[in-house]
């Protein structure tokens, strides 16, 4: 299929940074009266609804297909963060439950092999909204974002970590929901349904108890998407544009690029991963806010609590971002889509 015009990407630059005006056909080249329905729909503007649509659904698929992969180390990364809760509030000073492996090895022994796959749908209903808004939305964000200031360089750092924040933060604000339900059922006295638990939420709590959490869910998310996908994009410039005869759009460069994200998201977004968490399975109302929830941690475990699981939050999300994006910027392909 071939590519077609993307009304929702920023417009091209030359080597020089200047943008170019895409061509339009020339009214001269047929008369009114000669016009036929080709020429009709040829200067037609695409539907930017339809384009953002598709956009969407193709960012949900791809981090679905990476979600089948990272759900394991997704599941271990919470638990070490729950673990270390449950060992402060019991007294104890030592951290040796908190290793990944021993924390796997624990819950293959207590709760069978398909424990690694614990969550999975609701991790599934997650990626499909949440992911499917932050990054399908990342174009018409970065696009608008260039629009509304017209000093914002288009291939500069800033405006594409402003368009994560933005995408991403949105997205979250969205699937709060289903990342509550995500959570609530990774935990290790979770048992039920997906419809199960969001019954037993809805029947507490209401509305707004499917909001719980949403402060520090839609912070990590913009500082997670303003990292992965504003990295993604600058590294990809950067490799394209220094090293033009070793990078240009392709897998390889994809791979490297996506590589960067990923550490880079893992990092930046740890922190706030370890409250979002800490809030979202906490049913005492121990927390009265994110900052709350801060505060204690701080004080009761110190600071490198909130690096608690980094090292499979990193394994999580460096194979996540790979994944997902290298199938994303290939979906985008197939369909005629410029890449990211």
Same mark, same amino acid.
């Given at each position: 299929m071939a590519p077609h015009f993307d009304a929702l990407?920023?417009?091209?630059?030359?080597?020089?940074?200047?943008?170019?005006?895409?061509?339009?056909?020339s009214s001269s080249a047929s008369s009114p009266s000669t016009s036929s329905p080709a020429a009709t729909t040829t200067n037609a503007r695409p539907n930017e609804g339809g384009l953002l649509g598709r956009k969407i659904v193709l960012a949900g698929l791809s981090n679905q297909t990476a979600a089948l992969f990272t759900n394991p180390a997704d599941l271990i990364k919470v638990r070490q963060q729950l673990e270390l809760k449950s060992l402060s509030q019991s007294g104890s000073s030592t951290t040796r439950s908190t290793n990944a492996l021993r924390t796997l090895v624990k819950m293959v022994r207590a709760e069978g092999i398909m424990s690694i796959y614990k969550g999975l749908s609701g991790s599934l209903l997650r990626e499909a909204f949440y992911s499917g808004i932050r990054m399908g939305g990342y174009d018409l964000v970065k696009a608008s974002i260039i629009k509304t200031f017209p000093l914002a360089d288009p291939n500069g750092f800033g405006t594409? #970590?402003?368009? &994560?924040? %933005?995408?991403?933060?949105?997205?979250?604000?969205?699937?709060?929901?289903?990342? /509550?339900?995500?959570?609530?059922?990774?935990?290790?006295?979770?048992?039920?349904?997906?419809?199960?638990?969001?019954?037993?939420?809805y029947s507490a709590n209401g509305l707004k108890g499917m909001y719980k959490a949403v402060g520090p869910t839609t912070f990590r998310a913009g500082i997670l998407t303003s990292c992965q996908l504003g990295c993604y994009d600058h590294a990809k410039h950067v490799l394209k544009t220094d090293f033009p005869n070793t990078f240009e759009e392709g897998l390889t460069t994809h791979l490297i690029a996506s590589g960067i994200a990923g550490f880079c998201c893992s990092a930046a977004s740890n922190p706030v991963?370890?409250?979002?968490?800490?809030?979202?399975?906490?049913?005492?109302?121990?927390?009265?806010?994110?900052?709350?929830?801060?505060a204690l941690l701080l004080r009761n475990e110190g600071p490198l609590? #909130?690096?608690? &699981?980094? %090292?499979?939050?990193?394994?999580?999300?460096?194979?996540?971002?790979?994944?997902? /994006?290298?199938?994303?910027?290939?979906?985008?392909?197939?369909?005629?889509?410029?890449?990211?």
């Open positions: 990407a920023p417009a091209p630059l030359d080597p020089g940074g200047h943008e170019l005006h895409r061509r339009q056909p594409k #970590l402003a368009a &994560g924040m %933005a995408s991403g933060i949105v997205g979250a604000a969205v699937a709060n929901p289903a990342d /509550l339900l995500k959570v609530r059922m990774q935990a290790p006295s979770a048992h039920g349904t997906l419809r199960q638990h969001a019954y037993q939420i991963d370890v409250l979002k968490v800490r809030m979202m399975t906490d049913k005492t109302g121990e927390y009265r806010n994110s900052f709350h929830c801060a609590a #909130l690096y608690k &699981g980094f %090292a499979m939050s990193f394994w999580r999300l460096w194979p996540h971002s790979i994944v997902s /994006l290298i199938v994303f910027e290939q979906a985008r392909k197939l369909f005629g889509l410029p890449p990211v």
